[in-house]
């Protein structure tokens, strides 16, 4: 998508790649959920932050070169990293690349905006597939979808649920990439920056959506909101999911030989707290439920 905004507006594509690949390393498990315990556990080193941890990944974690940690990226990629927000990801104060600049690049706004566009998107895609949100309710609530959904199915005439969800969300992200595109070729025209420094001195985004396009993103934020992100399935996983990153932080502290070697010949270096937090936030969802079996479940194999 960002490449796509990228590609019609001129901005450098490369660049605006690199961000929007490596903008979600530093997620934990079970996604903001996960976030916020591992940010409690973690006060005395100063908490957990995901667009910090993603930096971290990629300037200290990875290793794949012999002369110096991580990966050796520009610092136009690493800034848009940190700087990485949207409307519902609001991370605060960044440890780096914190200056008085106001507005990020405008490379880093159009992953800021094509993020938001495509999680709205996909989270009503899932949602929609596994039953939690209903068709008619989202139409109600989310103006736009009902529009979409309405002009579609009359035009491709289908029974097949699948199929009628794909061709919607389709139409979305069309809509909403459109738009993007539109009103940034207005903002870009009317501003005519000169300069990387024009643009962050700017009391506003070059890159983003128009008015009536942020009314409907409200719609769909609150509606997703009550429906989806506090449906009952999904507060009950969250329980589930603070309970496991709990109990395997709890563990990889009281008994740090419980982490794997590479983590463990990092202890000679680093913190125990930071290395235990590094190595719960580079987990998958799946993997951290194994971890947690393996732990704690005695008919669990261990290899």
Known sequence: VSRVIARVLKLNTDLTEAIALAHDLGHTPFGHTGEEVLNELTEDIGGFEHNNQSLRVVEYLERKYPDFPGLNLTSETREGIVKH??????????????????????????????????????????????????????AQGFPLWGEISDNALSQYKTDDDEMKRSICVRKLINELVTDVIEESSNRLEKSSPQSVDDV????????GFSAAMEDQLQYAGKFLYENMYRHYKVMRMAAKARLVIEHLFEAYMDEPRQLPRTSQKRLET??????????????????????????FDPYERLL
């Not at 990020?104 to 998107?121: G, H, K, M, R």
């Not at 962050?200 to 070059?206: A, G, I, S, T």
């Not at 913190?271 to 732990?295: P, S």
């Open 85 to 138: 927000s949207t409307r519902y990801d609001q991370p605060g104060e960044k440890t780096l690349f914190n200056n008085s600049q106001k507005m990020p690049f405008i490379e880093a706004q159009n992953v800021n905006a094509a993020d938001e566009l495509a999680y709205t998107a996909h989270d009503i895609d899932d949602g929609l597939n596994s039953g939690v949100l209903k068709w008619d309710e989202l």
């Open 270 to 295: 680093d913190k125990h707290e930071q290395v235990v937090t590094d190595y719960i936030a580079g987990m998958t969802d799946r993997y951290a439920m194994l971890e947690y079996k393996k732990l």
């Open 200 to 207: 962050c001195r700017l009391p506003y985004p070059l890159i």
